[in-house]
């Protein structure tokens, strides 16, 4: 089951460029802090091996990739101004931007590139390591061009939102994936700052080389018990932003004149996967699982609307495939192809089995 829309109060990355506030006493003034509830823990600041969606979120504000999106999902340049690709679709290159500084003040070279999608191919960084798959030779002619060729042609290559770490402070790690990166260095638009019990400061990276906007000079990430003391504390105006609510949650922002809620497409999904591999060091999936009839009717009698609606209300869509329906590469199946929630049918399969 895709959702569709966010199930937030807030987009992360919008709110905090624009400033704009959320919640009863919590607005932003100028120049001052913007507070955002998590009601989930940031599992790590290493973007080898982070995983969970509020790591990738936090960290797109202290790591830039080479090309990023904005909220309507449009890519636009970042650590990358302009590319062109080859007439045989095999050569990629990249034109940086120049002047571009690391926090620490080192700058920012084709060679940070180079190492960090070598790196981050090698260790078979998680969130990344599809998009980096196809790659068969990274080039630097200069320190403001990096060239990449891959085996066949690669449609999802700007699609790539690899973050770019500096060669000069990651190079002689012993073991890059576990490396816990307590104070990482990015180029991004904003700095870690420090990080204490149930909290992540980040300050705003004066140096910054495309304008901010918004006028946020500090972003507090805290860490709450669950959405429901995170929602709390919206309302009552001890923050400034939370996302992750549930459909009731949302009901309740919604007659809340002091909140703004912001609803937006995301290019992802939840599902319920069927165990089927026995050799598997997990627990055993049933053997009448193995069974194409059986996992058939399992689905003829899931009622997926019913259950989209209850967790997600209005913001969520029934997914058909992997690919969101709001994704431009979306196919949606014929009703020939769907199977439809109809119990009587499965009832039927499996008495013909």
């Not at 302009?82 to 050569?91: A, G, N, P």
């Not at 591999?277 to 627990?283: G, Y």
Request: proline share 5%; glycine share 8%; charged share 25%.
């Amino acid at each position: 089951m895709n959702a569709k829309k966010l199930i937030a109060v807030l987009m992360t990355l919008a709110m905090l460029f624009s400033a704009a506030g959320c919640g009863g006493g919590g607005t932003v003034e100028e120049g001052k802090t913007f507070t955002f509830a998590l009601s989930e823990e940031v599992d790590t600041l290493n973007p080898l091996s982070s995983w969970m969606a509020v790591s990738f979120e936090l960290l797109l504000l202290i790591y830039d990739p080479l090309v990023r999106y904005d909220t309507d999902l449009e890519r636009m340049p970042c650590l990358a101004e302009t590319w062109e690709v080859s007439d045989d679709q095999l050569t990629w290159t990249f034109h940086l931007a120049e002047g571009v500084k690391w926090h620490d003040g080192e700058p920012f070279t084709s060679a940070d590139v180079k190492f960090s999608y070598e790196l981050f191919t090698e260790q078979e960084a998680y969130m990344y390591a599809g998009y980096n798959e196809g790659i068969v030779d990274i080039s630097c002619p200069d320190d403001y061009t990096v060239v990449m060729t891959t085996e066949a042609p690669k449609a999802n290559m700007l699609m790539n939102t690899s973050p770019i770490v500096p060669k000069h402070l990651w190079e002689g790690l012993e073991d890059p994936y576990n490396y816990g990166n307590e104070t990482p260095v990015g180029t991004g638009p904003f700095r870690f700052d420090t990080e204490g019990e149930g909290f992540i400061k980040l300050t705003k990276n004066a140096d910054y080389f495309q304008e901010i906007p918004g006028d946020v000079e500090n972003i507090v990430f805290v860490l709450y018990e669950n959405a429901d003391t995170a929602a709390q504390a919206l309302l009552l105006g001890e923050i400034d932003g939370t996302s992750g609510l549930t459909a009731a949650q949302i009901e309740q922002m919604e007659s809340a004149e002091e909140v703004d809620l912001v609803l937006a497409d995301i290019p992802g999904f939840s599902y319920v996967a069927l165990n089927t591999w026995l050799e598997s060091e997990v627990p055993e999936a049933h053997p009448l699982l193995k069974d194409k009839i059986v996992r058939h009717a399992i689905e003829y009698c899931t009622d997926k609307e019913k259950i989209v609606s209850m967790a997600y209300g209005d913001a969520g869509d029934v997914g058909t495939t992997i690919v969101n329906p709001g994704d431009k590469y979306h196919y949606e199946p014929t009703a020939e192809e769907l199977r439809a929630y109809d119990p009587d049918k499965a009832a039927a399969m499996l008495e013909a089995a």
